[in-house]
């Protein structure tokens, strides 16, 4: 007689109700629903919900981000590099680095590169995006609880509190839902536009840069040199120019502070999801539930953002550009392959147009590139390599309208006497044009930034 279990017999409805404690209540459909109808996943899909509203410091689950951003990595399989990927990258790397030093006097950062799996992009990232995404967290979830109306407010009392929670959490998983989409794409440590990972050391992710060289019909190891040569001379202008990555970060912090909510569209938004279908509920979060219209301020902000972006890939494309004239027939080619892929919007923009309208697209890199052309026909490369010495000296917006101008302006300023009136009228000159054309409180700096880096130009100091 065979052994019954320790409880018993059991019949079909016994294992029913052990399998899903839902059976026979009203909540069987609504979770059977939200679970796909695998009712055995119900145990991970609380256990995510439990890690995503867990207690934590700041306005985003940064714990519940990076695994969540982990497990989107690890729903493909990602690489790890071995000794004969980190042998062809230094290769790479030891040519780049030659090359560049006879098209820039910028030093190298680092006489080390490393290569990356999509997981160790993740973790070296997350820094980063603490500095650059948590002053925006901050502005939404605060404005959501700052969005009720007072009677409202006074009625919730302590609910305000979960709703703030449900907006951190919220904000976490599509922050971790977007940072592991990124990972499967960038191919460099500055692939973002902002360096990640340790300060002047270079970084190729492997399995994304053998990705990019698939059908563009050119050898994969003149592709993964010339990413090389790119990731190498965005190290060379952020280690030289010890202010960019703080400016960059102080525009992103700028615009999270003017941020405000469009209550009409949450409600709209919310009420036209069905809580049964996941997928349109993901949907819905990551097609911009928090989209804004910035303020003055904020566009000003952006403006100068999309400004200090661009200048960076155009000065990375007219030096890579330089380095490989003579020597790499590919590079024009790979130079406009890469120039498609951030036109499209590259791997940044998503992220952030995502989460809060943010975009860090260099929409006008074809222009920079001429600008800092222009600047180095007419003072050559120290001349165009040494207006990253302050904020105050780079180009402006207005200043890619016309390249040429900026060019000859710069090369007056270098010859006058900076003992002589004319050099006095002209400082004064520049520094009313750049006031009437920010028009807004200059951003805030350290103190090797100076107390102006609001984007616009003065001149030279000796």
């Known amino acids: 007689m065979p052994e019954l279990p320790p409880d018993g017999p059991q019949d079909d409805d016994d294992r029913q109700s052990r399998s899903n404690p839902f059976a026979g209540t009203p909540f069987e459909q609504m979770f059977s629903s939200l679970a796909g109808g695998d009712m055995s996943g119900l145990q991970a899909m609380f ?59 910028l030093p ?149 502070r003017g941020i405000t909510i469009d209550t009409a569209k949450i409600e709209e938004t919310l009420t036209s999801i069905d809580p049964g279908n996941m997928q349109a509920v993901q949907d819905a979060l990551s097609s911009g539930l928090f989209d804004l219209e910035p303020t003055a301020s904020q566009r000003a902000a952006l403006v100068r953002l999309e400004t200090a972006l661009a200048l960076i890939e155009g000065w990375v494309d007219e030096v890579v550009s330089q380095a490989t004239v003579k020597v790499m027939p590919q590079a024009a080619s790979l130079q406009e392959s890469v120039r498609r892929r951030r036109a499209s919007g590259g791997p940044a923009e998503s992220t952030f147009a995502a989460l809060v309208g943010l975009e860090l697209r260099p929409r006008r890199l074809r222009d920079a590139a001429a600008l800092w052309g222009a600047l180095r026909a007419a003072e050559g490369p120290g001349g165009r390599d040494g207006v990253w010495a302050h904020p105050q000296l780079i180009p402006t917006s207005a200043d890619l309208d016309d390249p040429l101008s900026f060019a000859e302006r710069t090369k007056e300023a270098d010859n006058l006497d900076v003992e002589s009136a004319e050099f006095d009228a002209a400082l004064s000159s520049l520094l009313d044009d750049a006031s009437r054309e920010s028009g807004t409180t200059e951003l805030p700096t350290d103190d090797a930034a100076g107390d102006e880096p609001d984007g616009s130009r003065g001149d030279k100091q000796p």
Request: proline residues 4%.
């Open 47 to 105: 256990g995510q919900i439990q890690r995503m509203f867990a207690p934590h410091e700041g306005s985003v689950n940064w714990d519940f981000a990076r695994d969540l951003a982990r497990q989107v990595v690890a729903a493909e399989v990602d690489r790890s590099p071995d000794a004969g990927d980190l042998r062809r990258i230094r290769d790479a790397a030891m040519l780049a680095e030659h090359w560049l030093d006879q098209a820039t006097e």
């Open 108 to 256: 190298a950062s680092s006489s080390t590169i490393v290569a990356w799996s999509r997981a160790d992009w993740v973790e070296a990232s997350m820094p980063a995006w603490q500095r650059l995404v948590e002053p925006v967290a901050e502005s939404v979830v605060k404005a959501i609880g700052d969005a009720l109306p007072a009677e409202a407010k006074a009625m919730a009392g302590p609910m305000l509190g979960m709703l703030e929670q449900l907006g951190s959490g919220m904000f976490s998983q599509q922050l971790g839902q977007a940072v592991g989409g990124l990972a499967k794409e960038v191919v460099s440590a500055t692939d973002i536009g902002i360096p990640v990972g340790a300060q002047g050391t270079p970084a190729i992710v492997v399995t994304n840069a053998d990705k990019f060289a698939d059908g563009l019909g050119v050898d994969a190891s003149d592709v993964l040199l010339y990413l090389v040569l790119r990731e190498c001379a965005h190290q060379r202008l952020f280690s030289s120019a010890s202010w960019l990555r703080d400016y960059l970060f102080s525009a992103i912090e700028q615009y999270g």
